[in-house]
């Protein structure tokens, strides 16, 4: 069975500074990894989808990497700001012919003033 | 541009009784999800939908039924509600193809007392 983890469960940084959010999962038989956003009371949010074949993805002041063969991956956030604040996910979608998501527990970001 | 569209937002409901949760998507989706969010845990998957006229158990699935009612609309029933069935509720949609993201839902909170 799959299984997500993310370390670790709270971080907390003074604005400015770059940060390293992990996630590692069990099983390398992945299709992708997805990180995600989530606000207080709201949804989630894609960030980045990396496909297995790919090593990384970037976005704005995000990237996000994916070694496959040792079971991990980073989202690595470029010079944090206060907006930034919220719980980061990351998923791997595991086989199956609807491409079922299997999370970890997040990781909650505080980015102080 | 509504996206992923929950019905209710928040509700309360006593042991034994019943409910359904609604969702909605209009993105022409094929597949539909329906996960639950508890504390300090990552999002579960409770049943999927890889198409329309089709439904599958996910990790969670006891305590509930699911209806995919055709292309937009897919259902979570509890029938006979328990406290340990208390969380957030998330719905989601995903595309064709495997590296297509899914889209959540703006959640349901469902205490149940």
């Known amino acids: 069975k799959q299984e997500v983890t993310q370390i670790p469960a709270a971080l907390s940084v003074p604005e400015g500074e770059n940060l390293v959010l992990n996630c590692s999962f069990t099983?390398?038989?992945?299709?992708?990894l997805q990180w995600f956003r989530q606000d207080p009371g709201k949804g989630l949010t894609s960030l980045l989808l990396?496909?297995?074949?790919?090593r990384e993805q970037t976005s704005g002041r995000l990237n996000a990497s994916l070694d496959k063969s040792s079971g991990r991956s980073t989202l690595y956030i470029a010079a944090s700001q206060p907006g930034d604040s919220a719980t980061y996910l990351c998923?791997?979608?595991?086989?199956?012919?609807?491409?079922?998501?299997?999370f970890g527990s997040g990781t909650q970001l505080t980015v102080l003033p | 541009n509504a996206g992923v569209t929950q019905t209710p937002k928040f509700q309360v409901l006593k042991t034994g009784q019943s409910m359904t949760l609604q969702c909605a998507q209009d993105m022409n989706h094929n597949s539909m999800y329906w996960y639950r969010q508890d504390p300090g845990m990552g999002l579960r998957l409770i049943y999927y939908?890889?198409?329309?006229?089709?439904?599958d158990k996910g990790e969670v699935p006891n305590g509930y039924n699911v209806s995919r009612l055709n292309k937009r609309e897919f259902s979570l029933r509890l029938e006979s509600a328990a406290p340990s069935q208390t969380s957030v509720y998330f719905c989601a949609s995903r595309d064709r193809g495997t590296n297509q993201p899914q889209h959540f839902g703006d959640g349901t909170r469902l205490s149940i007392l």
């Open positions: 939908s890889a198409s329309e006229g089709t439904t």
């Open positions: 998923a791997v979608t595991i086989s199956g012919s609807a491409r079922q998501l299997t």
């Open positions: 099983d390398s038989a992945i299709y992708n």
């Open positions: 990396i496909q297995s074949s790919q």
